[in-house]
T-cell receptor, first 116, second 111 residues
Framework: DTAVSQTPKYLVTQMGNDKSIKCEQN?????MYWYKQDSKKFLKIMFS???????INETVPNRFSPKSPDKAHLNLHINSLELGDSAVYFC???????????????FGPGTRLTVL | QKEVEQNSGPLSVPEGAIASLNCTYS??????FFWYRQYSGKSPELIMF????GDKEDGRFTAQLNKASQYVSLLIRDSQPSDSATYLC???????????FGTGTQLKVEL
């Protein structure tokens, strides 16, 4: 009955490789997000999709490409991995994005990526 | 100036005491403010949100917001060792439900 799930939980890979992280939510939300949390625990938004449409795209290298096949899934593909990509990546979801209402974001368990 | 600032701590309080966590933000147009708790190795979990000036209470937790001073705080009454975690302040800025997080304050509740 996990609300927001991510796979894999841990990912260890070599520099230069390409890898993907998958995220799924069963909350019926229409907005999903990817966050990166660095070694100093700073959590920063990378992307957001609303009903499969990209609505937030922060200053992220274009080696990172999100893909949303449907509103319950948001995957993150990373090309040519670099040492600096090592971090914990969190997926999150919320119901809606605007309208003046408060849209709480619920986080997945995270994927710890280690680039060697 | 960082968009959302928190004292990184650690903040140590004895069990049963009140823990006070503070957060300032730079965007005067910010409307909603969130407190998340993150245990080591776990994901952030929402404690509470606030969007009106004043206090909002939920059990042992009270959020306080002062938009004029661009300040939001979280009080934890009767602190317990299980409250030991990093507390993240997040501010809703701009469109698309974008949350900007502070760097978090580590709280340690000592027996």
């Amino acid at each position: 009955d996990t609300a927001v799930s991510q796979t894999p939980k841990y990912l260890v890979t070599q520099m230069g490789n390409d890898k993907s992280i998958k995220c799924e939510q069963n909350l019926g939300h229409d907005t999903m997000y990817w966050y990166k949390q660095d070694s100093k625990k700073f959590l920063k938004i990378m992307f957001s999709y609303n009903n499969k449409e990209l609505i937030i795209n922060e200053t992220v290298p274009n080696r990172f490409s999100p893909k949303s096949p449907d509103k319950a899934h948001l995957n993150l593909h990373i090309n040519s991995l670099e040492l600096g990509d090592s971090a914990v990546y969190f997926c999150a979801s919320s119901q809606g994005t605007s309208g003046g209402a408060v849209h709480t974001q619920y986080f997945g368990p995270g994927t710890r990526l280690t680039v060697l | 100036q960082k968009e959302v600032e928190q004292n990184s701590g650690p903040l140590s309080v004895p069990e049963g005491a009140i823990a006070s966590l503070n957060c300032t933000y730079s965007d005067r147009g910010s409307q909603s403010f969130f407190w998340y708790r993150q245990y080591s190795g776990k994901s952030p979990e929402l404690i509470m949100f606030i969007y009106s000036n004043g206090d909002k209470e939920d059990g042992r937790f009270t959020a306080q917001l002062n938009k004029a001073s661009q300040y939001v705080s979280l009080l934890i009454r009767d602190s317990q060792p299980s409250d030991s975690a990093t507390y993240l302040c997040a501010v809703h800025t701009g469109g698309g439900n974008k949350l900007t997080f502070g760097t978090g304050t580590q709280l340690k509740v000592e027996l």
